[in-house]
């Protein structure tokens, strides 16, 4: 007999250990009463260590819940912070109590010696390596722009002294990478102001939104006040790291008659000459810095006093320029290519803003690229009337008064010339122009598959400032060879074949035409151009006999093999392919309804 071995059903009683999606994952409210702290609590908690709910494949607790991974729970469990909220909640029980016995004196004690806590050992201990915080801090510098930006209303939390910190902050940030030319793209719009900077290989593109008044209303601010708080101390540590890397003290310490007029970048760029300056010159007083025997406060006194000896208010040429020395050769020598051309695109010229243009951006972006600048109004470096200025920045319909010593350009003249590394000629930004598009460059028009007038004739404008040859219309620089090996190797798909020997046919019959023209010319006789009867020939004449009746008809070897590959692949391969070319269908659907509106909007002009 064959004994049978039977295997007993298993069963998990009622409130033993758990397995699967049950075991690892528990919902918020279990969370939260786990760690016994409120929900507030809890989310800022999340918020400062980087822990965010979790997607399970199998929802035990139903649709409508919050899942988070247990080892999240339990690393939030051994976090001093939490015992600190715990202390701060009992803390704001006395203060209660206090006011509710009346009791003014106490209270007024208790709030004053809150206790407070910090957030710096969370950010060594989320990025132990600066490439690592250089890597997230699009959003951190997009919430603290916008921060920046907003007013202050105590209705909805939003205190003054936060906002000023994230202007100081945020003009840190600019007046870093105005100084050592980081700065790369910028695009205007409907949304705000895109930048991207290059630091230490790290791209980083942030948004600042537009320089007008912002209203808000009663929402509650709490989650974005809580993702501030962290990014505050967050920002303040990348600046520190940036401006040590170029022996420059933090923070810096600045003007405060330039801080009265809002001139912050400003201010800021004196602080960089003088301490360019001061460099040279050797350490000065230092004696009596590092000996205890003056406070902090006369140390800031001092300090301040010795930079207005060094840098003189009044001299404009190294107010918004940095002095040349021997220690910018130095760095010269150790920047990359990129870094040098934008150092270079506004060298030696002299820029007034007129006072409806976006001034901070101007201020931002025209030193970025080797620029001074000025503008109107009370500690500006140089005056309207200063005949060395090059460019004049006007957004209005006309210009009463010029100078004819200079050019009057519209804003995106700026801009425009930063995204094409190049000087744009000064007539299509005049003012009173409708000015050319505002071309993004965070987008790759070859790619996309069309490209704007616009962008060409930039490309043209920027290969005859480089001295480049641009490929003949219709003929790119890609790889001509046999498309019917591409095809067969899975390099280019049916469509792109299809073009390619479209391509390589008309090659060959140029290719066959100047060798009839030479042949002409050598015997004597007369020839007549005929390019642009190419298409024709490449046709006609190949039909008939001679060394083209050899040429294989790739375009139907292309459409067998494409039919052949289809037939071979798996079904889930072959969907994914008819949803590519689908998607590539859609594409070029797009890009001809462009090409239409475009035609149109070309009739309508020249119908008016």
Request: charged share 30%.
């Amino acid at each position: 007999m064959v004994n049978k071995v039977t295997r007993k059903k298993h069963y998990r009683p009622p409130g033993q250990k758990k397995e699967g999606n049950a075991a690892r994952y528990v919902t918020r409210s279990q969370a939260v009463k786990q760690l016994q702290v409120s929900l507030p609590v809890f989310r800022k908690l999340c918020i400062f260590k980087g822990i965010f709910p979790r997607e399970p494949k199998k929802k035990v607790k139903g649709n409508h819940h919050t899942y988070y991974h247990v080892k999240d729970v339990a690393f939030l469990h051994h976090e001093p912070l939490v015992e600190k909220f715990r202390e701060i909640r009992a803390y704001e029980k006395k203060i209660d109590k206090a006011d509710a016995k009346k009791n003014k004196e106490r209270a007024n004690f208790l709030k004053v010696h809150r206790p407070t806590y910090v957030l710096d050992r969370i950010i060594r201990e989320r990025y132990p390596k600066f490439i690592d915080a250089l890597r997230e801090l699009d959003d951190c510098l997009s919430m603290v722009h916008l921060l920046a930006a907003l007013p202050a209303q105590e209705s909805v939390k939003v205190e003054a002294k936060r906002i000023h910190k994230c202007r100081r902050l945020s003009h840190e940030w600019q007046a870093f990478i105005s100084r050592t030319h980081k700065l790369r793209k910028v695009f205007i719009s409907v949304k705000g102001i895109y930048y991207q900077a290059e630091v230490e290989g790290q791209k980083i593109t942030w948004l600042a939104p537009h320089s007008l008044r912002q209203a808000l209303t009663d929402e509650d601010l709490t989650v974005i006040l809580n993702f501030m708080e962290f990014y505050e101390t967050f920002l303040g540590f990348v600046n520190f790291h940036l401006y040590h890397s170029i022996n420059l003290k933090y923070p810096p310490i600045l003007d405060p008659k330039l801080e009265a007029l809002a001139a912050d970048l400003y201010a800021l760029s004196r602080y960089f000459d003088a301490n360019s300056r001061t460099s040279l010159l050797g350490p000065q007083t230092s004696g009596s810095f590092e000996s205890g025997e003056i406070d902090a406060e006369q140390k800031s006194e001092l300090r301040l006093a010795q930079l207005q000896l060094q840098l003189p208010l009044d001299e404009p040429t190294a107010l918004m320029h940095l002095v040349e020395d021997a220690a910018c050769k130095d760095e010269d020598e150790d920047e990359d290519e990129d870094t040098r051309e934008c150092k270079k695109l506004f060298k030696n010229m002299k820029f007034f803003l007129s006072r409806e243009v976006p001034r901070e951006s101007l201020l931002f972006v025209i030193p970025a690229f080797g620029g001074m600048v000025s503008w109107e109004g009370d500690g500006a470096p140089f005056k309207e009337s200063d005949e060395t200025i090059t460019h004049q920045i006007v957004d209005r319909p006309t210009q009463p008064h010029k100078f004819l010593s200079r050019d009057y350009v519209q804003p995106q003249w700026v801009f425009d010339c930063v995204n094409t590394r190049i000087i744009l000629p000064n007539d299509v930004y005049s003012v009173g122009r409708v000015p050319p598009p505002h071309l993004s460059p965070f987008v790759d028009n070859e790619a996309e598959g069309y490209v704007p007038d616009y962008a060409k004739t930039l490309n043209q404008l920027r290969a005859a400032a480089k001295s480049e040859v641009l490929p003949l219309p219709g003929l790119g620089k890609e790889n001509l060879d046999d498309p019917q090996n591409l095809l067969a190797e899975g390099v280019t798909d049916r469509a792109e074949a299809i073009i390619a020997v479209e391509k390589r046919q008309k090659m060959m019959a140029l290719e066959k035409q100047y060798r009839d023209e030479l042949k002409l010319e050598i015997e004597g006789r007369q020839y007549h151009s005929a390019i642009s009867k190419v298409d024709k020939q490449a046709s006609g004449e190949e039909s008939e006999g001679g060394e083209d009746s050899n040429l294989p008809d790739y375009q139907q070897i292309a459409e067998d093999n494409a039919n052949l590959s289809l037939v071979l692949m798996s079904r889930n391969i072959r969907g994914i392919y008819k949803a590519t070319q689908r998607g590539k269908r859609m594409n070029q659907d797009r890009i001809k309804l462009l090409e239409e509106r475009k035609s149109k909007l070309g009739e309508s002009h020249q119908s008016q």
